[in-house]
């Protein structure tokens, strides 16, 4: 990919644009940590950027005496629940779209691509009288619909690049052995899709774990909010308690963080095989 | 009872015609060979007979049995693929499991007859690992171990040689043929281009060639029609192994060579 003649340019450009970013997406998520850890006086006091005086835990058991722990129960339920179906329905349609030829199979896989183009905000309004008239205002679960709906178009998209790269001879093989359409998808291409898959499993755990408008829209309760309520809700509570909302954005970003240190190699094998395939 | 007979059998892509006028008759255990350029249809043909391919005319009788309609791992066919088309998310012995397991086998049945069909491959060891840790050749004995295990009445081969190099092509080649001794009521179907393996394997030889019309035009190879040289015909079948294949004129193998009209158009 390199030319000879930049060869120079970018052994330098390439790490200081690395570091660049890097600086970008930590540095506000330090500030915050810290922020986090100053009491109140501390941040009218001192200068904004100052460190922290002391390692002071009082923002975060302040946060996890209140309700937080509620909307993270709920994040946890709406957020797994939903990825779940999103790569169940999602492989399934991929299959589908990518193996069996059927009419106008096309022109569906093609619309389904076409979802992606809506902006998300347009289905706002009505997404919000379906979800009254269904009875599902202001539930957990009444998210979990709407989640799976905004997610599948990009989804499908990548499961089935993904699915069209395996060999049409396992296929047969399978065949041969005996499986019909659904054996097939359940035994062969959902296995083989595990990159694909957790790709699709990360991408939208992400979006969905900070997904505020929906959120918002869809719930009207503390008990039944998920994590990106929380802030709205404690912004309300603690009035100028900046440390405070700043323990609430370190603790909801944890789980994430935690996820991703775990399964880091796992993660950028995903999103590697997808974006090369994709 | 593993005899394959096809009549009339033809085979088109759309408006594409691959295959015509197909009349077979290949007997009761067997080694038919086809043979033929690359792209003349010989795949086809064998998946045409395996069941993964519609058969658009014609009719395919495996055992006496109508198999036109008869899904794949219905047919007692079992089939050995090019690239091996090992499942590479199961380890080798349930590879080889894989369709007994489909078929609600007893499991100490599956096990008794997969550790059979390790043991004659000799590849007992290997029987726990993935096909991605396997070198080719081994890939090749457990792609022929599935076959075996599922006990079928007509083994496919689509030239199972051709990703092997050199030295363990004709070891394989040899190994396929005590397979056929080993099993002896099997039919044997085997494609390939490769005369002399053609020639090494084969009890019967069915010749498929391009169509006319390609050489015309330029265009995909759209007509083929088998010829089936009888065992006895020796001659033929040596001179076959220094000419062109495609060459021979029409209906003259079998009469001038032969010395009699034993093929079957
Ligand atoms: N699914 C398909 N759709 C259209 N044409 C096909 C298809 N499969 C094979 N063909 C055509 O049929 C002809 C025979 O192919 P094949 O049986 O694979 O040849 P061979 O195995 O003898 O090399 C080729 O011209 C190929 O392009
Ligand atoms: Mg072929």
Redesign the interface.
């Known amino acids: 990919m390199r030319k000879k003649q930049g060869f120079k340019v970018s052994r330098v450009a390439i790490p200081v644009l690395g570091l660049f970013w890097l600086a970008v997406t930590t540095l506000p998520f330090i500030f915050v940590a810290f922020m986090s850890l100053k009491t109140q006086q501390e941040t009218f006091i001192k200068p904004f950027w100052a460190l922290p005086e002391s390692f002071n835990l009082s923002n975060y058991i302040e946060v996890l005496e209140g309700s937080f722990l509620i909307y993270l129960r709920n994040s946890l339920f709406v957020i797994s629940t939903s990825v779940v179906i999103i790569m169940l329905f999602s492989s399934m349609a991929a299959y589908a779209l990518a193996r069996l030829k059927f009419k106008f199979s096309d022109s569906l896989f093609a619309l389904i691509i076409a979802g992606m183009i809506v902006p998300l905000h347009v289905t706002l309004v009505p997404v919000y009288l379906m979800t009254r008239s269904m009875g599902l205002y202001d539930t957990p679960a009444g998210l979990i619909g709407p989640y799976v709906a905004i997610s599948l178009p990009i989804s499908v998209f990548i499961l089935t690049e993904f699915m069209r790269q395996v060999?049409k001879?396992?296929e047969?093989?399978?065949?041969?052995?005996?499986?019909g359409p659904f054996?097939v998808y359940w035994?062969?291409f959902l296995?083989?899709s595990?990159p694909g898959l957790s790709t699709v499993a990360i991408y939208n755990g992400i979006m969905l774990w900070n997904e505020f408008v929906f959120a918002y829209v869809l719930t009207s309760s503390t008990d039944r909010r998920t994590l990106p309520l929380a802030v709205w809700d404690f912004q309300g509570q603690y009035a100028s308690n900046v440390p405070a909302i700043m323990a609430v954005v370190t603790l909801s970003a944890l789980p994430l963080i935690i996820v991703y240190a775990i399964g880091q190699e796992k993660i950028v094998n995903g999103m590697m095989a997808g974006s090369l395939k994709g | 009872m593993t005899q394959i007979i096809l009549e009339n059998v033809e085979k088109r892509f759309a408006k594409l015609t691959v295959l015509h006028d197909i009349n077979l008759n290949i007997e009761d255990g067997q080694f038919c060979v086809f043979l033929g350029p690359s792209g003349c249809g010989k795949s086809t043909l064998l998946?045409m007979i395996?069941?993964?391919e519609e058969t658009t005319e014609g009719a395919l009788t495996i055992g006496g049995e109508i198999m036109n309609d008869v899904?794949?791992?219905e047919r007692r066919?079992?089939?050995v693929?090019?690239?091996y088309?090992?499942?590479?998310?199961m380890s080798v012995y349930e590879n080889m499991a894989?369709?007994l397991k489909?078929?609600k086998t007893p499991k100490a049945d599956i096990e008794r007859r997969v550790n059979e069909a390790a043991r004659m491959l000799q590849i007992e060891p290997l029987l726990d690992r993935r096909p991605k840790q396997l070198s080719g050749g081994q890939r090749q004995r457990v792609a022929i171990g599935?076959a075996i295990v599922r006990q079928p009445a007509v083994f496919l081969f689509d030239e199972p040689l051709s990703n092997l190099d050199a030295a363990l092509r004709v070891h394989m080649r040899s190994e396929i043929a005590n397979l056929h001794n080993d099993y002896p009521e099997a039919s044997m179907i085997y494609v390939t281009h490769d005369q002399t393996e053609a020639m090494a394997l084969a009890d019967k030889i069915v010749l498929l060639r391009a169509g006319p019309d390609v050489t015309k035009k330029g265009a995909l190879p759209r007509l083929a029609r088998p010829r089936t040289l009888p065992p006895s015909c020796k001659p033929v079948c040596c001179r076959l192994s220094r000419l062109p294949f495609n060459e021979f004129p029409e209906g003259d193998v079998g009469k001038r060579r032969c010395g009699r009209s034993g093929y079957q158009a």
Do not use: S, T, W
Request: one cysteine or more; proline letters at 12%.
């Open positions: 060999p001879e396992l047969e093989a399978a065949k041969l052995d005996g499986c054996k035994k062969i296995p083989l595990g | 998946r395996a069941g993964i899904p794949p791992a066919v079992a089939m693929f090019q690239n088309a090992l499942y590479p998310h894989f369709g489909q078929a599935r």
